[in-house]
């Protein structure tokens, strides 16, 4: 059915194997080095308290009490517990109906299994065990990628520089270092992608049972699997039109057989959609240079030094043109059972994306990881440009694609060696999470220090993975009265209201100043000069 640009007995010229080999073993490397080391924020604090069997609403109306509080008072709501069962969190998770309920229950048990309470009480152990859940579950997409190149291309060459390409994508490394769904999501768009093609190409009940499941596993993943599906249905449509023999009818029953599945959790949408509106109101605000955005996100799969959104960013402009260029090298010299799959893959998650934002308004595509499968297509699409022009001027001693391949490597690699050293990247939401490494450094540093905040839960819960025991907390709702309790020794305010800090002020008789953090703030008695 596919068509083969390079012979499928090729193998890899052993410089170029041992090359992507390095990689491969470069990208395990950055999926578990310092997987502790960046901000645990606030979508993580989130996947805890569910996993847990709480809400937000719940852990807020408990440790929202103006009473003094230990560190363990706090995070005994982000660790699985007798008194929270399975039924519990189905029904937190119920709460956020927007986000599939399968990487959450698998998280649940992971931390279940392999923990214990003496480690439930070391944060950054806590940590390394729920982001290892991720960062193993990628290591399944390695397979899983070189795999869906094969049954494309059936070629070595072009598998490896995908995998090599998609090893050390920062973007990629990012998101296998997070306690989301979003790596095991990846995984699952390869599968089911891979499952698809084998059983068109192999008509068997085996293959269709193949892909009902790992279809029916990406839609428990993620809500946006359904453009997976959709994408599949569009691309065998218009093969069968040219080849009537295809089993079209085998894809209908296939795929609506894995919706019928996902019915139980169609009906917790249903029955909690007013509350999926509410989770999701955020992204219909208003964003202007949306192009700068996409052009941002793209570029992030092969380089990425946490740069924002520019008009005059020349490797972003590269990244495109290159993209741009490999999907038409692709459609160029490929037939169109390869280019529609890698155009469908992309187009239908993508142009939905974007037209639900020029059409009704949004941000809906600027967030970065909802196009995860436009970037898997485009990086094939990449990869097939470098492998078939490396291999053409191999053969000529041209050596300038040679350099643009090391050009993608180097960039990544660096990326992915700069961005492990960090403590806030973009993708930790910096805008809440940026100065609390060193807001945790100054506390901690303080002699017995009370932190008093009315910030919200999960700003709050992000800042104590990195807090000492030693710490106390006091916290409060918006307008609630606050009493500071009698207390020897520091005293400070994280990210406070104005409210907050005029009502310590008067009925403490005690002066609140800024840190150099301004999101710390610090009671100082009037006879005390600061």
């Known amino acids: 059915m596919f068509s083969q640009p390079l012979k499928p007995a090729q193998s890899l010229p052993s410089w170029l194997r041992n090359t992507l080999l390095i990689l491969l073993l470069c990208g395990i490397f950055f999926r578990f080095y310092h997987l502790d080391h960046k901000v645990y924020w606030g979508d993580e604090v989130y996947t805890s308290i569910r996993i847990s069997g709480y809400t937000a609403e719940e852990v807020t109306e408990k440790i929202y009490t103006g009473q003094p509080l230990t560190l363990s008072d ?10 929270k069962g399975l039924k519990e969190t189905i029904t937190a998770l119920a709460g956020s109906p927007e986000h599939a309920p399968l990487y959450y229950l698998l998280a649940r048990y992971w931390v279940k299994w392999l923990g214990n309470p003496s480690l439930y009480e070391n944060a950054k152990a806590y940590i390394l065990l729920i982001r290892s859940f991720s960062a193993i579950i990628s290591l399944l997409a390695f397979p899983c990628l070189y795999w869906l190149c094969w049954q494309l291309f059936h070629s070595h060459l072009i598998a490896g520089m995908a995998l090599g390409l998609f090893a050390i994508s920062p973007f990629q490394v990012l998101y296998a270092q997070e306690a989301r769904e979003y790596s095991l999501w990846t995984v699952t768009i390869l599968l089911s992608c891979v499952t698809f093609l084998r059983a068109i190409k192999h008509n068997t ?21 359904i453009f997976i599906a959709i994408g599949h249905g569009i691309y065998l449509a218009i093969l069968w039109l040219k080849q009537p023999k295809l089993p079209f009818r085998s894809y209908l029953f296939a795929s609506l057989t894995s919706m019928v599945l996902f019915l139980p959790w169609g009906f917790v949408i249903y029955h909690n959609f007013t509350q999926l509106e509410e989770n999701v109101a955020h992204l219909s ?70 037209l639900s934002d020029l059409i009704f308004g949004g941000i809906r595509s600027t967030i970065a990881r909802y196009p995860i499968p436009c970037y898997l297509g485009i990086s094939i699409a990449v990869a097939y440009l470098l492998a078939t022009q490396l291999k053409t001027s191999l053969k000529n001693r041209d050596t300038q694609w040679r350099r643009i391949t090391i050009a993608f490597f180097a960039f ?27 807001i945790a450094r100054i506390i901690n540093l303080s002699a017995n220090p009370l932190l008093v905040s009315d910030a919200s839960v999960e700003r709050v819960l992000s800042l104590c993975y990195r807090l000492d025991d030693q710490v106390t907390l006091q916290l409060v709702l918006p307008q609630q009265p606050i009493r500071i309790y009698h207390h020897r020794g520091d005293i400070f305010l994280y990210q406070p209201s104005s409210k907050l800090r005029e009502a310590i002020a008067m009925k403490n008789n005690q002066q609140i100043i800024p840190t150099e953090k301004n999101w710390l703030w610090q009671v100082i008695d009037n006879d005390v000069n600061p």
Not at 74 to 83: E, H, I, L
Not at 288 to 311: E, I, K, M, Q, T
Not at 412 to 435: A, D, Y
Request: net charge positive; hydrophobic share 45%; glycine share 4%.
């Open 412 to 438: 990544g690699l660096l990326s992915c060696g700069i961005s492990s050293q960090m403590e806030v990247w973009w993708n930790k939401s910096p805008f809440k999470t940026r100065h609390n490494p060193e």
């Open 205 to 225: 009940s085996l293959n269709w049972l193949a892909y009902i499941v790992s279809l029916t596993l990406s839609l428990y993943t993620c809500l946006f699997s």
């Open 74 to 83: 706090v995070t005994a709501y982000q660790r699985p517990n007798s008194d």
């Open 285 to 354: 605000q208003e964003k202007s240079n949306l192009p700068l955005f996409w052009l941002l996100n793209l570029s992030r799969s092969f380089f990425d030094f946490n740069h924002g959104a520019s008009a005059i960013n020349p490797l972003s402009y590269a990244v495109m043109g290159m993209s741009i260029y490999a999907l038409y090298h692709l459609c160029r010299y490929c037939k169109l059972e390869i280019w529609l799959f890698i155009l469908t893959l992309i187009g239908v998650t993508g142009s939905s994306l974007i």
